[in-house]
Structures are given as structure tokens and as C-alpha cells.
């Protein structure tokens, strides 16, 4: 099944919780470079501003993303993501004179039910690099973020 077929039926609606996971192109390590990884990061924020979207726990691996997140606008959960991806991808580009796709197209994305337990799935989030053997503490690793932890 292909991408387009996955994305019909997706809904997303206000205050939603989602976990998401987005991959850069052909799985290039391209977040070992700090600086890269900090400016996807620093895309967060303004993210937050601008369309109402609250990121609740997230981690940059070196060749993709973890999020868990809110929507709070009325910005839907596909433009989030486009917005965060194309953003990101000019920037990035830039800083690593590089053309040609950035991110693999699509994302993964889980909506959350009441039932789901929002830390635990924060904790796996973040808990990433210490399953990939990045780091042996979770406070060593410089890309992540939780609003409970």
C-alpha cells in the first residue's frame, strides 16, 4: 500500500494528541551535526507561535524525528507536519549545501486515545537514544525535550 493510500481517511481535530515520526531522506545520519540537529529544533517554537501546536516530548535521532504533540489551533496534524518539514528542509539545505529531497515523504502518525498514558509515551520518546546506544544517560543526549520529565 502507498503512501497516498495510507493518507485517506487521515482526520486530525483541535486538541488531539499525536505520537508522530518523520525520516529524513534514505535515512541519512544528517542530525549527527549538532548545529543541523539545533536548528530542527529551533523550528519547535515557532512552530508553537505561529499555527498553535504544542509539542509535548520530542527527540532528534540522527536520521529522523520523534514527537508527541497537541493540536490546539486549527491547523490540522498533515500541515503541522508540512510546515515543520519544509521549513526545516530549506534551512537545512542551506547549512549543509545540499539539493535534492530532504525528508522522505509522509510520516508516521498514532492518534492517542484517553485510555493512552501520555508520560509512559514520552518516555519512550525520549528514552531513544539510550535504545540506540547514542548515550548510557538519557541528560547526556542534547536533542530532546518532554514537558514531564
Same mark, same amino acid.
Given at each position: 500500500?502507498?503512501?497516498?493510500?495510507?493518507? #485517506?481517511? $487521515?482526520?486530525?481535530?483541535?486538541? &488531539?494528541?499525536? +505520537? /508522530?515520526?518523520?525520516?529524513?531522506?534514505?535515512?541519512?545520519?544528517? +542530525?549527527?551535526?549538532?548545529?543541523?540537529?539545533?536548528? !530542527?529544533?529551533? *523550528?519547535?517554537?515557532?512552530?508553537?507561535?505561529? @499555527?498553535? /501546536? #504544542?509539542?509535548?516530548?520530542? /527527540?532528534?535521532?540522527p536520521d529522523h524525528f520523534h514527537a508527541l504533540l497537541r493540536l490546539e489551533g486549527? @491547523?490540522?496534524?498533515?500541515?503541522? !507536519? $508540512? $510546515?515543520?518539514?519544509?521549513?526545516?528542509?530549506? &534551512?537545512?539545505? &542551506? *547549512?549543509?549545501? *545540499?539539493?535534492?529531497?530532504?525528508? &522522505?515523504?509522509? +510520516?508516521?502518525?498514532?492518534?492517542? $486515545?484517553?485510555?493512552?498514558?501520555?508520560?509512559? @509515551?514520552? =518516555?519512550? @520518546?525520549?528514552?531513544?537514544?539510550? =535504545?540506540?546506544?547514542?548515550? #548510557?544517560?538519557?541528560?547526556?543526549?542534547? *536533542?530532546?525535550?518532554?514537558?514531564?520529565?
Amino acid at each position: 500500500m502507498g503512501y497516498n493510500e495510507l493518507r #485517506k481517511g $487521515r482526520y486530525s481535530s483541535p486538541s &488531539q494528541e499525536y +505520537f /508522530v515520526t518523520t525520516v529524513v531522506h534514505e535515512r541519512y545520519p544528517v +542530525f549527527e551535526d549538532f548545529t543541523a540537529a539545533r536548528m !530542527l529544533v529551533s *523550528h519547535l517554537p515557532k512552530l508553537e507561535r505561529e @499555527i498553535n /501546536v #504544542k509539542w509535548l516530548a520530542w /527527540v532528534v535521532m540522527p536520521d529522523h524525528f520523534h514527537a508527541l504533540l497537541r493540536l490546539e489551533g486549527n @491547523i490540522g496534524l498533515s500541515e503541522t !507536519l $508540512r $510546515r515543520l518539514k519544509g521549513g526545516t528542509a530549506r &534551512q537545512l539545505d &542551506q *547549512h549543509l549545501n *545540499h539539493a535534492g529531497r530532504f525528508w &522522505q515523504p509522509g +510520516f508516521y502518525d498514532r492518534a492517542l $486515545r484517553t485510555e493512552d498514558d501520555c508520560l509512559q @509515551i514520552a =518516555r519512550y @520518546i525520549v528514552a531513544n537514544p539510550l =535504545r540506540a546506544g547514542l548515550v #548510557k544517560h538519557i541528560g547526556d543526549y542534547p *536533542h530532546w525535550d518532554s514537558i514531564w520529565l
